[in-house]
């Protein structure tokens, strides 16, 4: 991490997709083609699906640090 670049910090346990989304600063669409493309795992403790912090911090790790690398 650079200096300019300030980490995600998770205030929960877990979020729905689009608060996950915002946390992250991405549009839900983009969340919701990584979980499509089996990238980003969620859960269901009921019919809402969530992302946990330890499963959105793995997701995030693995994305390519240079643009054009995915």
Same mark, same amino acid.
């Given at each position: 991490?650079t200096?300019? $670049?300030?980490?995600i %910090?998770?205030?929960?346990?877990?979020?729905? !997709?689009?608060?996950?989304?915002? !946390?992250?600063?991405?549009?839900?669409?983009?969340?919701?083609?990584?979980?499509?493309a089996?990238?980003?795992? %969620?859960?269901?403790?009921n019919?809402?699906?969530?992302?946990?912090? !330890?499963?959105?911090?793995?997701?995030?790790?693995?994305?390519?640090? $240079?643009?054009?690398?995915?």
């Amino acid at each position: 991490m650079t200096a300019d $670049e300030t980490p995600i %910090v998770f205030d929960r346990m877990a979020y729905p !997709v689009k608060e996950f989304a915002r !946390v992250c600063g991405l549009g839900e669409t983009t969340i919701r083609e990584h979980i499509a493309a089996g990238n980003l795992i %969620v859960s269901y403790p009921n019919t809402k699906a969530i992302i946990t912090t !330890v499963e959105g911090q793995r997701w995030l790790d693995s994305l390519p640090t $240079e643009r054009g690398a995915a």
